[in-house]
Structure formats: C-alpha cells, structure tokens
C-alpha cells in the first residue's frame, strides 16, 4: 500500500477541521489532543476511506476527507448529500504529474448486505473472514456464500474504472481498543441454547485472533509441504543435470550450517514439527557428493521459505508476552495452535485465566502481527486501555518491531504521555477549533424545550 503522507478532514460533525501530517522518517504517527474532538472518528473515517466503506463514511457528518500518498497520488471523498437511509458521496482521485481530478459520484443507501442477519454463531474476523463458533473455525468462502454473507470487499464493485488503480494494494485495519473485550456470549460446543438456560461466554474474541494465527500456520505448513512433495518428485532429475556443476566444499559447508541454523530456530518456535537430522560429512566430500548436497540444499531451502514469514511474526510475539507476562510463556502446539504454559511447573494455562490487561495484550499484537497484511496502514485507538504503566512505556519500542517486520505505517491515538514516553517528534496534536456561540432564537422558550426532551 502507497505510504500516506497527510490526511484532511473538513467539516467533520459540521464545524471541526483536522490536517494530520504524517511521519516521513518513522512508520509510526501518534495523534493527540482533548477528548470530543473526534480523534476516534478520524480513525474511523481514514480507515472507511482506505477500504471504501460507505456505510461508516455515511454515519459521520464532514464534508470533504483529502488523503495525499507519497509521489503525489491523492483521493478525496466528499459528502454531497445525507440522509437517515444513506448518503450520496463523490469521489475525486488525482495521479502523479496530472493536474486535473478525475471524479466518480457514488450513492449509497443502506441495504443491510454487511452481515447483519448473519447467525449469531457466524462472527467476522479482522481479515474480513467468517469465523463458524460452533466448530472453532474459519469458514471457507463457499461456505460463507452458501449461508449469504458478504465476502468481498466495497472496492470490487469498483473494478474496471479508475478507481481500481488508486486502490491497487489497498489495506488497513482499525483496532479499537475499547471493543476488544466485547462480544457476543455462544452456546458450547454441542449444547442447544434455548430461551429457558442461560448461554456459556465460552467464546471471546481473543478466541478468535488464536484461531487466526492457526489459520496462518496451517497455510503456511500446507505451503511448505507441497515444496517438499514437489521437490521429492524431481530430486533424480535435478541431480542429473548437475553433473557438470562445480561446488566449493567450504561455500557448501557455510551454506548448509546456515539453514541448519536456521531450521533449528523454525524447531524452537514450533512451525517445524520434525529436526532434519542430516549432518554434513567430516571428512572430505567428492564432486559427487557435492552435487548431491548442493540440490539437497536447494530443496530444504525451499522446504524452509513458507514457514519464514509466520516464524517472524510469531517470534515476535513471543517475546512480547515473555518481557510482559509474568509467570508464563506462550508456545506452539504440534496442531498449530498457541497456547500458554507456567514457567513454574510447566502447565497450561487456559486464555480464560489470563488477566484483561494480558487478554488486552495479547489481542493488539495478534491483530497487528497477524491480521494486518504486509505493507498495511494500521490504526489503533487508544492503545493505553487496561496496560500496565510500565507496559505503557515500551509499547512504541514494541510496535515499532511489528512494523519493521510487517512493513507498516501505523497511526495511534491516544491520551498517554506514557505511551509516548518522550517521542514528541512523531505527536501531530490536533485542538479543537473555537465556536462563536448562537444566540436563542426570539420567542423560544429553552428551559420549556429541555422540559420536553426529559
């Protein structure tokens, strides 16, 4: 995704103007100032606008959201026209080195097609995924199609014009941190819920984000397999055409204790279930050999890169939760799922008994970690509910690690000095303008007026 460089919001809820400039030289942007100046809605409306979401671009009151990308493309979205049933926007997009804006004008009414009649056992996940509760996992997409819920996103129906282009890798997720708790209550599995009991809130939304993660694994242990099945197919014939190859021992010798390294950390992580246990040979190798090994390598290279990614990610998670939790650690079961254990006596310890403050904790970085694709624009709102102060503190160093590994530009909002803790050159403090008060009207009564609305 384009790294975005400044965003203005003119007119939102009628009278405030916002000009948020971006950080050039650090991925993060910190936005702060006084409550009720809509610091939440400039999340919400930046990320409708990246996703094309008319329905929460519809339920705020601005006028015009100008959002400038790096090498000069820019996208505008303005309200033309509002109604409790829907809204009527236009849409202007300008590329670099063309002067004048192309412009699309969009009506949106509100149909209901988001997935609100959806099962209260079909939950949406960050990725935009549907989650089935009942059987603890994500659904295909035929299946989801099947039961009518949505799967694609607003901005397919834009495909073919020149929207297409602006929005080519477009991604972003919102976290907000005040909604990670709640969540609906679920019957357990293979229990009926009925009027007279009372539903088990055996499924919360940090179930969720661990099944994800799960998904990821098991995509990537899938991808891993299919290397290795294609690589045994074509083994022979890839060492016959070798045999003119010439291969320095010393270069095979360093390349080989290189993956091996590297599998053993992919072991220690868990994403590899089996070591590889084939040792390089102590005494001198013949062309032969050589030639053998170097394709050997080949192939367990290719074994190895599927697993990459997701091994980044995951090891950065765990070092999160080891520096913040006390007394636990996170680890990786042999089916792909995580899980925590005692650092005393080495048993599990279930997600229900984690403190809110771990719960909170560990759900921001699965989301950043797992649910934000590579080079995505994140957007957390007030990442500062239910951590500790010293957690507080090391959160910028934290997220900062998400986003070198992931590659993205994240933008919070928060009250927190702590938060903070000194980086005052990433803060844009936005204030809430002056409003010159109204007069009453002649001939209205204000306190019969109140009366009336009590």
């Known amino acids: 995704m384009r790294r975005i460089e400044e965003v203005k919001i003119d007119g939102l809820f009628g009278y405030i103007k916002h000009d948020v400039k971006f950080s050039k030289t650090d991925p993060i942007t910190i936005i702060s100032g006084p409550n009720g100046i809509g610091k939440t809605h400039f999340l919400r409306l930046l990320h409708a606008v990246t996703r094309l979401d008319f329905r929460t671009l519809s339920s705020v009151e601005f006028k015009v959201i100008e959002v400038r990308y790096a090498e000069k493309w820019v996208i505008k979205v303005a309200q033309l026209s509002k109604s409790d049933s829907g809204c009527l926007f236009r849409i202007s997009g300008k590329r670099p080195g063309v002067r004048n804006y192309r412009h699309l004008e969009v009506p949106y009414l509100d149909s209901g097609d988001d997935g609100r009649d959806a099962q209260d056992w079909m939950v949406r996940l960050p990725d935009g995924n549907w989650y089935d509760t009942r059987f603890e996992r994500v659904m295909t997409t035929e299946q989801a199609k099947r039961y009518g819920l949505p799967v694609s996103l607003p901005i397919q129906r834009f495909e073919g014009t020149w929207l297409e282009e602006f929005y080519k890798g477009s991604a972003s997720i919102l976290i907000d941190t005040q909604r990670l708790d709640s969540f609906p209550n679920y019957p357990q599995r293979g229990q009926v819920r009925s009027s ?42 890839r060492v016959l055409e070798k045999t003119t190859t010439t291969i320095n021992e010393t270069d095979l010798k360093e390349r080989y ?59 950065s998670l765990q070092r999160i939760i080891k520096s913040k939790f006390v007394g636990k650690e996170l680890f990786l079961s042999e089916k792909g799922r995580i899980g925590f254990r005692s650092d005393f006596n080495r048993r599990p310890v279930s997600v229900q008994s984690l403190s809110s403050g771990e719960q909170h904790l560990l759900a921001v970085f699965a989301m950043l970690l797992f649910s934000a694709e590579q080079g995505a624009l994140v957007l957390v709102d007030e990442p500062e509910i239910s951590m500790h102060a010293a957690w507080k503190h090391s959160f910028l160093e934290d997220i900062s690690d998400v986003a070198r590994i992931s590659d993205l530009q994240i933008v919070l909002a928060t009250h927190s000095s702590a938060i903070i803790n000194g980086r005052w050159d990433l803060v844009q403090e936005i204030q809430a303008p002056r409003i010159r008060k109204m007069k009453p009207a002649a001939n209205v009564d204000l306190d019969e007026d109140l009366e009336g609305e009590v």
Do not use: C, M
Not at 209 to 219: P, S, T, W
């Open 196 to 237: 007279q009991s009372r539903p088990e809130p055996v499924v919360k939304r940090i179930r969720l984000y661990i099944d994800q993660i799960a998904a990821q694994l098991a995509d990537a242990r899938r991808k891993s397999l299919n290397e290795s099945l294609d690589a045994d197919q074509t083994f022979a014939k």
């Open 257 to 315: 204790q290189r993956i091996a390294d590297q599998h053993a950390k992919l072991h220690d992580s868990g994403l590899s279930v089996r070591p590889v246990d084939v040792r390089f040979p102590e005494e001198e190798t013949d062309e032969t050999e050589r030639r053998i090994l170097n394709v050997f390598l080949d192939d367990w290279e290719r074994k190895l890169k599927p697993l990459l990614p997701i091994h980044g990610k995951l090891v």
